[in-house]
């Protein structure tokens, strides 16, 4: 069975996290991965575009590169510019503090509907977290563009919600990483979505690889639905 990762960064966080291309291919042949989605940490001392596209000299059989970008500070001529380079676009709304359903961030999007690449992004809700990183706010962006796949970060929180939509819409998706922290909770969100719907992420190095593996690989999920979570669902939308 082949696993890709949807969900790991390389680089050297402003939050202290820090993983090098090396470190992370050495976490993937000792788990089995053959294949991850990289991206930029919220870098200390480079702008998110001059780090992805450090990133695409790497090797392309591992590593299928994501750009990440400020919204913010990002022009869509930019985004078009160099998004051909990459598999898809990873987005955080609070690392960059952005709101996604604000209308003017809408030409960004345009540029990722026209390139069909992936757009996955971060979710998080209530807590400390801040409003425009609930998942059930950022779902709703899959009815203005119809033609990007989205994937919820972090299983869209488990927010019935958002999950939900996942199910209506078919242009949504989640992945796996971080608050899927039970088995239990994949078997559920599995039970309303499919499993056509989910992608195996690590997070990594913020989740542990060889954990979330696990968490997937004891799931009440038959060996062909497994396949389905852990790589041909990716390979799908990234066109491998």
Known sequence: MMIFDIHAHIGD????????????LAH???????????????????NLIEASLSLLNLNE????????????????DTVSKHISRFKGVKLHPRSQNFDPIDKRYYPLYEEISKSGKPLLI???KGGRAPVFTDPDRIASLADDFTDINIILGHFADRSPAAVQKVKECENLYLETSIDSFHPNGIN????????????????????DQELELLK????????????????????KLLKL
């Open 28 to 46: 993937m042949d000792h788990n089995g991965v053959d294949m991850a989605a990289v991206f930029p940490f919220d870098e200390k001392e480079k």
């Open 13 to 24: 966080d402003k939050d202290g996290g820090r993983q090098s291309a090396k470190e992370l």
């Open 216 to 235: 997937v690989m004891k799931t009440k999920l038959t060996y062909e639905e497994k396949s389905a979570v852990l790589y041909e669902n990716a390979a």
């Open 122 to 124: 971060h979710t998080k």
């Open 61 to 76: 059989k591992r590593f299928a590169c994501f750009l990440r970008f400020d919204p913010n500070t990002t022009a869509p």
């Open 188 to 207: 559920k969100i599995y039970d309303i979505v499919g499993a056509d719907k989910i992608l195996f992420g690590s997070d990594a190095p913020y989740g």
